[in-house]
């Protein structure tokens, strides 16, 4: 059974960076989608950014409150994906998950929770300002 487990998160002040990563375990994993969302205290869980291994699905896709700060990267090799964060911010402040989806997504679904059938445990990412 393929697990994604999360590291990298941590306290930082704004303006910091920190890179996350998600490392996949159980076998050779190499998902069309992979994505990450997080969840800060009292809200709903969000997009982050999403990449598809098919240069046809048109990725990556970047969430509005991120786009040009985050970059999400994937290592097939190491079976990683890596989120870069430059320019935190307070709003930042958050679990981040880690996602993957095996099958077809289109670049509308990408952004859905549901469309993913492979998740993380999260890690905690806090930015102080």
């Known amino acids: 059974q393929v697990q994604l487990v999360e590291s990298g998160g941590g306290l930082v002040q704004t303006g910091d960076s920190l890179r996350l990563s998600c490392a996949a375990s159980?076998?050779?994993?190499?998902?069309?989608?992979v994505g990450w969302f997080r969840r800060a205290p009292g809200k709903e869980r969000e997009f982050v950014a999403a990449?598809?291994?098919?240069?046809?699905?048109?990725?990556?896709y970047y969430a509005d409150s991120v786009k040009g700060r985050f970059t999400i990267s994937r290592d097939n090799a190491k079976n990683t994906v890596y989120l870069q964060m430059n320019s935190l911010k307070p709003e930042d402040t958050a679990v981040y998950y880690c996602a993957a989806a095996t099958g077809y997504v289109s670049w509308i679904g990408m952004s859905v929770p549901a469309q993913y059938n492979y998740w993380g445990q999260g890690t905690q990412v806090t930015v102080s300002s």
């Open positions: 990449n598809s291994n098919r240069w046809s699905d048109g990725s990556p």
């Open positions: 159980g076998g050779t994993f190499s998902p069309r989608v």
